[in-house]
């Protein structure tokens, strides 16, 4: 296949590592040639988060080139937009939690918080398509990740990586109630 | 679900998608290696949390973290000299500790082979520098393997053990960040699990082993003539390859992951120089290099960091009077960072502007974005600390920051920590600073890991030269930063549960006569006893105590009775004088567009600590449903 990127990207503690890998084994199980890199140590703690993801026959690091991504997947809005800047091509795709967890500087008053509005307005000019994800009933926010995961699925944002493959992903790294409350929303949100 | 462990001990040979830093220890398990030791620092954690994965009575061999680099190096050495293979590990700047034993490893005849495994870290994405620790390589006659990915993570460990078993000497595995962390997919050969022979074969016959005076000059020529053979091997050395694109014009030397950003850059171009890689960075395969220079007229060396393994080649072009155009470093830039694809296309491109197509950035069709630095978490104990220090200590003041999550503080709002330097620094610089000095206090702050990895000369000097200052402990009861390893006030080790060294008993012993203890919630509190330990004219240590709240909130999620708490801003009362926000500036509290404080949920463990922040007590703890 033709090589496509991945660049995942959230906050240190938003559960990035566990949508990577589920991405990672999922597109392994689609029997896909697949490589990845996460952030890992200093940066974890409220920092900005990355995962890298490379799927193809000719690809050989797992670090994307910039703005080479073709899907960017954020688990905030700070950071889809960064994420944005940063990695994604010109009509690509952006899919990302509708959620704000503010930088230092916009606690402290010092500059204005990135709203959805502003994405929207950069995705139109850079022909980007938005997919927007918020669930007002989640309880918990420890499954965002998940949410977003079913929305990957449901919109096959991953060329030749369907529900199956996402399943038994996520049945190689969970068990028990875990992987239940999982599965059970990934279920629920794909459809 | 099959867990890591499993996967890891599996004995038929099998696939499985991992990290460089797992495929690092199939491959010691498949070695039959015998003893791991190591001090936590990124990017190398993730290695002890797959050995970890291996319930111990199944752990094919002893590990343990020590209490710094310098102390694994030593166990590993004693292993080895004992006849059982060994493996240290640990990041770049852990050589730095470590390197006084390191340095003499290679006068040895370590019978059981021992290799150094460093996590190097060009991009500084988690270390104080990106130091190219190759330097050591030649500085100790130690051989250096380098590795692209999971799978030569993998299959250069193997043959870097035998070899190393065979000619009784050390060997550098060099990894660096994006290799540890990258996964792939990596075939597995099979293992057939050994008995231990737990013969100790220490034997001075194998010596000598005291390199002292004029008997250091046999063990030198003995380093010198391993190194000489090491030459040989490197020129013969499976590890190093050529990407053959028929290319008899231009042709590139690389190695590392510099090699898969220079396969990716050249995805993307016509005309392809043919590469050589080399596996083996140190000593290089002259021949094979004089060979691949010999067939090019132009040859590129893309080298991340510094001119290495360039100089050497330059010398062997000159004493073989090659008429090759080598092109090294061209300018400062070229030294500096990760090569990743973006940077490898740079360096690419100043040397061969057309052999590359054009690519089109953004140009300022970007969003600025505010930045994200790293936060303490919401609920840690040394934010309380910080903010209850800050209202103790004077502007003019100087605060002396050390390693560690407490590092965090020099960021605003609280500012505190203004120098850093390395692992268990601070007192010794605060004692440098405090000369002279009868005007500006000085106060260093420590880590409770850090304390007894290298902080404790620092403490022992202030007390033998009398210096004058305030050191503060920030005691979490982990190693925090790295992934909650547990040191030796932990109360256990890698293994099993062990005795507490208490901090406040062992300065008591040291002779400190001024020793403070608060746990750093009672803000209040802990500002009264900074501020007295600050007015004494001697050297006080104020231990400013509270355990990690990620690791705590962590395991309270795991319970089944375990119920979240928030905490709830009452707007009736608030007044918007934003001390919680704006001073205490837990990340937890978060700005309306009206300029209300509201709590995000999402981040919130309902700790409190934040609650004596406010003077109206508009902040109130909230059950959750």
């Known amino acids: 296949m033709k090589g496509f990127n991945i660049y995942l990207t959230g906050v240190g503690g938003q559960g990035i590592g566990l949508l990577s890998e589920i991405l990672l084994r999922g597109s392994y199980h689609a029997g896909l040639k697949v490589k990845s890199v996460d952030t890992h140590g200093l940066a974890q703690r409220g920092g900005v988060v990355v995962s890298q993801l490379r799927l193809g026959d000719r690809v050989h690091s797992p670090l994307i080139f910039q703005n080479e991504a073709d899907l960017v997947v954020a688990l905030e809005c700070h950071e889809a937009l960064r994420g944005i800047n940063r990695a994604l091509k010109d009509g690509g795709t952006l899919i990302y939690y509708n959620t704000i967890w503010q930088p230092l500087e916009v606690r402290l008053n010092l500059v204005k918080p990135i709203s959805g509005a502003m994405i929207s307005k950069q995705c139109q000019k850079r022909k980007i398509r938005e997919i927007s994800i918020f669930k007002t009933d989640l309880k918990d926010p420890h499954m965002q990740n998940i949410v977003l995961l079913a929305n990957i699925d449901k919109y096959s944002l991953i060329p030749g990586v369907k529900k199956e493959h996402y399943i038994k992903a996520m049945e190689d790294l969970l068990q028990g109630r875990l992987l239940e409350v999982n599965i059970e929303m990934f279920e629920k949100e794909r459809i | ?625």
């Open chain 2, 1 to 625: 679900m099959k867990t890591l462990g499993e996967i890891l001990l599996e004995e038929n040979s099998f696939s499985e998608i991992v990290m460089g830093n797992t495929a690092l220890v199939r491959a010691m398990i498949e070695s039959h290696t015998r003893v791991v030791t190591s001090y936590p620092g990124s990017p190398t954690p993730e290695i002890a949390e797959a050995i970890k994965s291996i319930p111990k009575e199944k752990r094919p061999f002893y590990f343990e973290f020590s209490t710094n680099e310098k102390v694994a190096t030593e166990v590993a050495y004693g292993a080895a000299v004992n006849g059982h293979l060994s493996t240290v590990f640990f990041k770049s700047v852990g050589l730095n500790v470590a390197s006084d034993t390191f340095i003499q490893l290679s006068l040895m005849n370590i019978i059981g082979g021992m290799i150094v495994v460093l996590g190097d870290d060009p991009g500084a994405n988690s270390s104080q520098n990106e130091q190219d620790n190759r330097h050591y390589a030649c500085l100790s006659y130690t051989p250096v393997f380098e590795p692209v990915s999971p799978n030569e993570v993998y299959t250069f460990y193997k043959e870097a053990a035998k070899l190393s078993i065979e000619m009784g000497m050390p060997i550098i595995l060099r990894l660096t960040t994006h290799v540890c962390h990258a996964k792939e997919k990596v075939k597995f050969q099979n293992w057939e699990p050994k008995k231990l022979d737990e013969t100790p074969r220490f034997d001075v016959k194998n010596g000598p082993y005291i390199p002292i005076a004029a008997d250091v000059f046999p063990m030198k020529r003995f380093s010198l003539q391993r190194l000489e053979k090491m030459k040989a091997y490197a020129d013969m050395s499976p590890l190093n390859r050529v990407v053959d694109h028929g290319n008899k014009n231009i042709g590139i030397i690389t190695m590392g992951l510099p090699f898969l950003s220079l396969m990716d850059v050249l995805e993307k171009t016509k005309e392809k120089p043919n590469i050589l890689k080399l596996g083996v960075v140190y000593p290089i395969p002259l021949k094979v290099i004089k060979a691949f220079l010999e067939t090019h007229e132009e040859v590129k060396i893309i080298e991340e960091l510094d001119n290495f393994v360039e100089k050497e080649i330059k010398l062997m072009a000159y004493d073989s009077r090659l008429s090759t155009r080598i092109i090294g470093k061209t300018d400062i830039e070229d030294w500096i960072g990760e090569y990743t694809p973006d940077k490898v296309y740079e360096v690419l491109k100043k040397t061969w502007p057309d052999l590359l197509p054009a690519r089109k950035g953004l140009g300022d069709n970007i969003f600025e974005v505010p930045n994200r630095p790293a936060q303490m978490c919401p609920g840690c104990g040394h934010r309380s600390a910080f903010h209850a220090i800050k209202k103790a200590i004077k502007d003019t003041d100087i605060t002396v920051a050390d390693i560690g999550c407490h590092t965090l503080g020099f960021l605003p709002p609280y500012q505190v920590g203004e120098l850093m330097m390395c692992m268990g620094a601070s007192t010794a610089i605060a004692s440098g600073l405090s000369l002279f000095n009868d005007t500006r206090k000085v106060i260093a702050f420590l880590g409770d890991s850090t304390f007894f990895h290298a902080g404790l000369p620092g403490i022992i000097n202030a007390l033998f030269n009398k210096h004058n200052l305030t050191l503060i402990l920030m005691e979490n009861g982990t190693t925090a930063m790295t992934g909650h390893q547990d040191h030796a006030a932990s109360g256990k080790n890698f293994n099993e549960p062990t005795d507490i060294i208490p901090l406040s008993r062992t300065l008591e012993g040291l002779g400190v006569k001024h020793i403070y203890e608060t746990d750093t919630y009672q803000q209040s509190n802990l500002t009264e006893i900074v501020k007295e330990a600050v007015g004494i004219n001697e050297f006080s240590v104020v231990i400013a105590k509270h355990p990690c709240m990620l690791k705590f909130i962590r395991e309270q999620r795991r319970k089944p009775s375990y119920k979240p708490r928030k905490v709830d801003i009452d707007q009736q009362k608030c007044q918007r004088f934003y001390d919680c926000i704006e001073k205490f500036a837990c990340p937890t509290f978060t700005r309306t567009d009206d300029q209300r404080v509201k709590i995000n949920r999402d981040l919130c463990i309902g700790d409190g600590s934040c609650l004596q922040t406010c003077q109206v007590k508009a902040i109130t703890p909230s059950q959750i449903e």
